[in-house]
């Protein structure tokens, strides 16, 4: 029993298939099933070569579940807005343990608090953020004072001092 000879593989007219993809409306799958490839092997050359984008030409999007087609609700996907869900979330579990007679835990109470000061600590850090970008930037000023910073080292260094001779070492 002979074996079939390997045959060699066929050499693909890449040209055209960069034509097809950069100008025709067919889809990847489509053009890649003409000339008997993958899709993941177009999308190689694409990325490989640089080939440019396809044209933006797109259906008119379908409507969803009833909803005006871009219209969508923008999530809020900032920390601060997924921290304040957070906080919604505790607080209604313990509206619902409250309401049963539950003891609320104290651990419950300590994240909320938690939570609540880190939201401050963010949105005081985003609005001086925020300040800092629209100030004009003067580059006379130096970034700190060195008065202030020998002052501060100084401080810090009574301080480990005290801590010595209270602790006696």
């Keep these: 029993m002979t074996e079939p000879e390997p045959t060699a593989p066929k050499a693909l007219d890449w040209a055209a298939i960069r034509v097809a993809y950069e100008t025709s409306d067919l889809t990847v799958r489509a053009i890649a099933e ?6 993941t092997q177009i999308y190689t050359r694409v990325r490989v070569e640089g080939w440019p984008m396809r044209s933006t030409r797109q259906a008119p999007p379908k409507a969803r579940y009833g909803r005006p087609v ?7 996907t900032s920390l ?29 109470s300590r994240t909320l608090d938690s939570l609540t000061r880190t939201i401050g600590k963010i949105t005081e ?10 100030a004009p930037k003067s580059r006379a000023e130096p970034a700190y004072d060195n008065d ?12 480990l001092l005290r801590l010595r ?5």
Aim: net charge positive; aromatic share 0%; charged share 40%.
């Design 80 to 108: 601060v807005g997924r921290m304040m869900k957070l906080v919604n979330r505790n607080l209604k579990l313990m509206e619902t343990r409250m309401k049963s007679g539950d003891d609320v835990p104290a651990a419950a």
């Design 70 to 76: 871009g219209r969508r609700r923008p999530r809020d």
């Design 165 to 169: 001779e209270r602790t006696g070492a």
């Design 34 to 39: 003409e000339h008997g490839i993958a899709p």
């Design 125 to 134: 850090l985003q609005s001086a953020e925020d300040a800092a970008a629209t």
């Design 148 to 159: 202030e910073a020998e002052r501060l080292r100084l401080e810090i260094v009574e301080r």
